[in-house]
Every structure is written in structure tokens, then in C-alpha cells.
Nanobody
Framework: EVQLVESGGGLVQAGGSLRLSCAAT????????IGWFRQAPGKEREGVSC????????YYADSVKGRFTISSDNAKNTMYLQMNNLKPEDTAVYYC???????????????????WGQGTQVTVSS
């Protein structure tokens, strides 16, 4: 059974930092497209950042470029999202996700992902 488990969310003041982690069991991140998504209250889920499974290239939503950094440690089967200079508009439930097929480029689209974590709340106060 594939399980993705996020951790690291919390309450932080604007300008602060958090690092989210996503640990996988029953699934190896290596060579799979993986990524982070978020959903704020009353809004649709949106892609934040991802890593392609074919060449390891990374992508970011415009709203987080220069502030967030995605990475993965394949030896630990864990993915991270370092979030700096957080803003109140970053408040959301953050989800990690992965595509089931190998060697696929990542896209910041929910429909392309087969596996999802349960989410972790990030709240940024002004």
C-alpha cells in the first residue's frame, strides 16, 4: 500500500520559514514525478512545485518562485519543501503527491498525480 505522509506544518508569522516533509512508504520517489500542492479555504487546489521524474528538473508556481525550494532525498524516500519569506496568502493545507508512472515530466496539475498525502496545515499570520 502506498502512503505519503506530510509533516512540518504549523503557525508562523509573515516573513518566517517552515520546512515541510513528505515521507513515502510502499513507493519509491526515485524516477517518479513528485510535487507539492496546496488548497486554501474556498479555493481550488493549486500546484506549488514539482520535480520531474525523467530529468529531475524543478518547477514552481509564479507565486512562490524565489521563496520556496523543493528537494528530495531518494535514500530516505522523503521530499521537502523549504518555504521562506512566508506570506499570509500562503496559508493553506499543503499536500504532497506523486505520479505512478516512471520517467514522467512533472506538471502542476492535480489530475496527473496518482498518490496523495493527507495534508498538513500551514497558517501564516500577518
Amino acid at each position: 500500500e502506498v502512503q505519503l505522509v506530510e509533516s512540518g506544518g504549523g503557525l508562523v508569522q509573515a516573513g518566517g520559514s517552515l520546512r515541510l516533509s513528505c515521507a513515502a512508504t510502499g513507493f519509491a520517489f526515485d524516477r517518479h514525478a513528485i510535487g507539492w500542492f496546496r488548497q486554501a479555504p474556498g479555493k481550488e487546489r493549486e500546484g506549488v512545485s514539482c520535480i520531474s521524474g525523467n530529468d529531475g528538473s524543478t518547477y514552481y508556481a509564479d507565486s512562490v518562485k524565489g521563496r520556496f525550494t523543493i528537494s528530495s532525498d531518494n535514500a530516505k524516500n522523503t521530499m521537502y519543501l523549504q518555504m521562506n519569506n512566508l506570506k499570509p496568502e500562503d496559508t493553506a493545507v499543503y499536500y504532497c503527491a506523486a505520479q505512478g508512472r516512471l520517467y514522467r515530466p512533472c506538471v502542476l496539475s492535480s489530475s496527473e498525480n496518482d498518490y496523495w498525502g493527507q495534508g498538513t496545515q500551514v497558517t501564516v499570520s500577518s
